[in-house]
């Protein structure tokens, strides 16, 4: 019989926890643990080897062997491309791993291979399977007019009519980023700058943007094609420079990607933006976050033998002193060194990301259509979705889970009944202890078992294939800065005439490449977060512990079967899911279940 390897966390009485476990909103952070107890401390942040390029990264003096990575030599892109290919070969320093800079597209036989990066197809993949496949919309009406006018505008009349046709079939999608100004009390028309730097440090000015992205999703092919970008949303369109892709269609081949520096450049100012979603938002406050404060309400609310508590408490492995180390170094030495907004500014984004997150309708199956991605249709595998392997992978995940939660609470007659759950006094103190302290207004007041099994279920899709989809691909596409740069170094052009003036040497000038610091902290960063799973912290090694150690018959079944769910899921999620999907894509792997890892946990 294959052995599990446990990990049990720390345990004591509800007593004890409800005056260890306190909250906190220090720091302007939304509500979390006060202080670290501990037990918990044992599961330090990194082990001390990983955490030595960032801390080399912070000294006054950069070592030989970070500054022998310097990016700045040579002053093109496709040299810096070269480099990166070199370091990558060469396994030096972090750069052990193949990253988005060293992919290339595959070619007929004979044929050199491309380095693709910087393409639409590329660009726009990685709102599907990329660090970021959450927030990518359905396009509203409201966003279409203001696309379709200003190709109007413009006198771009096929870009009008593709937006018109595309809207009639509903496949208009967006990237949006147009409330960050909202998001931390800005004006419409403040520029998002910082020059926060280390101590010792030349201040640097660093600048990011708040653009929208309008991309199409023909049902013909399904491939993601970018259309229109505002590289930075002021007041309303007019204000704002907008720019139409010259490639209207993804089949277009005779326009050189590569040397369309405007268009290269207003897709980076996506990605700036992305990263401050991603980064801020999606990863440390709707993973993070959200399931520290699940933690919290449920030590100081459930006793240590509550069926809740029993499936939740392995989820929160080494969460909470990951997320005391962000809050004390990874913020305010790195993030805040990087990014392209004020310190100030980065804390009300993370806030309000928190505070306006809808519990239920985060929920996998309310998500998907919410956004535009019909559930029935995404999960046969309709062609228009089947690159959407994020959205695929996780409709069969979270039935997967669904199924495990309601199988284990089964075995509970205290929880067989609406009736019996709408009176237990755990649930409801740990609802009053998330609306009342965890301030997260929307989370369900839970007075039925399907409520029960619903607000459970999301909170393991929180901790562990969630957090795994979000944090695991960023050394992939981020330790090869200039895919998802943290930040410009120069002001975004303020007109269009200006944008279209860009040259490759602009862009040169606006990205991190001849700035070392910023640069090696924002290839450390993801690097940092990348580390892999281990077998004994995985989905699986959850449910053989289960298996092993439960003394309820009902749940070593509802485990049993969790665990040959998790098995087949991995072969349905790479001969249904990456197998299917277009071969440029390169398939999408970060979710195997023997590589999602069980918690939050690093």
Request: glycine share 4%; proline share 7%.
């Amino acid at each position: 019989m294959i052995q599990a390897e446990p990990f049990l966390p720390f345990s004591s009485p509800i007593e004890d926890r409800r005056k260890i476990y306190t909250w906190s909103e220090a720091g302007g952070y939304p509500p979390h643990l006060n202080s670290l107890p501990d037990g918990d401390k044992r599961s330090d942040l990194f082990n001390a080897s990983r955490l030595a390029g960032v801390k080399s990264c912070l000294a006054k003096v950069l070592p030989k062997e970070l500054v022998d990575l310097n990016p700045s030599r040579g002053t093109t892109l496709s040299e810096n491309t070269e480099y990166n290919q070199t370091l990558v070969k060469e396994g030096k320093n972090i750069y052990i791993n193949p990253n988005v800079g060293t992919r290339t597209t595959p070619r007929p036989p004979g044929v050199p291979l491309k380095q693709d990066w910087y393409t639409d197809f590329v660009f726009a993949q990685q709102y599907f399977t990329g660090t970021n496949p959450t927030t990518i919309r359905l396009a509203t009406n409201e966003w279409i007019t203001r696309f379709r006018d200003s190709a109007k505008n413009q006198n771009n009349n096929d870009m009008v009519k593709l937006i018109e046709e595309a809207a009639n079939a509903r496949s208009l999608y967006l990237q949006d980023y147009s409330d960050f100004r909202t998001m931390v009390g800005a004006e419409p028309n403040e520029i998002f700058t910082s020059n926060t730097s280390l101590p010792g440090d030349t201040l640097k000015d660093r600048w990011a943007v708040a653009p929208v992205c309008l991309f199409n999703l023909p049902a013909a092919d399904g491939i993601l094609h970018p259309l229109a970008i505002v590289i930075d949303y002021i007041k309303d369109m007019t204000t704002s420079v907008v720019i139409f892709n010259k490639r209207l269609h993804s089949s277009v081949t005779n326009i050189d990607e590569a040397t369309d520096w405007p268009w290269r450049y207003a897709k980076t100012c996506v990605q700036v933006a992305d990263w401050h979603k991603h980064e801020l938002g999606v990863h440390l406050s709707l993973t993070h976050l959200l399931e520290e404060a699940i933690i919290v309400a449920a030590h100081r609310s459930f006793e240590d033998n509550h069926p809740v508590y029993r499936i939740l408490k392995p989820h929160w492995l080494k969460t909470l002193a990951i997320n005391e180390a962000a809050r004390a170094i990874l913020v305010p030495s790195v993030i805040n060194m990087i990014s392209g907004m004020k310190p100030a500014h980065i804390g009300k984004v993370v806030s309000a990301e928190y505070f306006n997150f809808n519990w239920t309708k985060r929920y996998i199956p309310n998500d998907l259509p919410d956004r535009g991605f019909p559930i029935d249709k995404v999960a046969l595998g309709d062609k228009q979705y089947l690159n959407y392997a994020y959205g695929r992978n996780m409709i069969f995940m979270w039935k997967t889970l669904h199924k495990f939660v309601t199988g284990f609470f089964s075995a509970f007659p205290e929880l067989d009944s609406d009736a019996k759950i709408a009176k237990d006094t755990n649930i409801q103190c740990w609802v009053k202890e998330l609306h009342e302290f965890g301030k997260l207004s929307t989370f369900p007041n839970i007075k039925t078992k399907a409520e029960l099994i619903n607000v459970v279920t999301m909170c393991i899709h929180i901790a562990s294939p969630q957090h795994t989809a979000v944090n695991y691909l960023q050394e992939y596409y981020q330790t090869f800065v200039i895919n998802k740069p943290p930040a410009f170094f120069t002001a975004p052009p303020s007109n269009l005439e200006a944008l279209k003036a860009l040259t490759e040497a602009d862009l040169v000038k606006a990205l991190p490449m001849n700035q070392l610091r910023q640069w090696l902290l924002s290839a450390q960063l993801p690097h940092l977060l990348n580390e892999t799973v281990t077998r004994k912290e995985n989905l699986p090694n959850y449910a053989l512990t289960l298996i092993q150690t439960a003394p309820e018959e009902g749940v070593k079944k509802a485990a049993t079967e969790l665990y040959v769910d998790l098995g087949l899921l991995g072969e349905v999620f790479e001969d249904e899911v990456s197998a299917k999907m277009n071969p440029e894509a390169g398939g999408y792997h970060v979710m195997k279940p023997e590589e999602t890892a069980v918690s939050v946990l690093i």
